[in-house]
């Protein structure tokens, strides 16, 4: 396994999880980390992204309540979930480019990880 992610579960709206993805030595290096989430339905979407050395991205929907960061001596990035909404429920996965460029959509990610179910109940 490449990318080993774990943290899932069932929570309730308002509560915390904190999701983890570690990157085998085969892997690296990379220039990046990243979470994505995909609901059932919907298409895969990035959360957040976290460059080696320490810049992050985090996308609007969750701004403010998740929080990315990284690890570089672990290759490995964390995701910590706060305030959990119902809409927060998907599959999140792990991936990792060798570019720090952000992928132009989540196709052209070089690596993904098995995802880890999330799901907020109301």
């Known amino acids: 396994v490449q990318l080993q992610a774990s943290g899932g579960g069932l929570v309730q709206a308002g509560e915390s999880l904190k999701l983890s993805c570690v990157a085998s030595?085969?892997?690296?290096?990379?220039?990046?980390m990243a979470w994505y989430r995909q609901a059932p339905g919907k298409q895969r979407e990035l959360v957040a992204r976290?460059?080696?050395?320490?810049?992050?991205i985090t996308a609007g929907p969750v701004k403010g309540r998740f929080t990315i960061s990284g690890d570089d001596a672990k290759s490995a990035v964390y995701l910590q979930m706060n305030s959990l909404k119902s809409e927060d429920t998907a599959v999140y996965l792990c991936a990792a480019d060798k570019s720090a460029i952000v992928p132009r959509s989540p196709e052209l990610t070089d690596y993904w990880g098995k995802g880890t179910l999330v799901t907020v109940s109301s």
């Open positions: 030595r085969s892997l690296l290096p990379v220039a990046a």
């Open positions: 976290w460059l080696s050395g320490g810049s992050t």
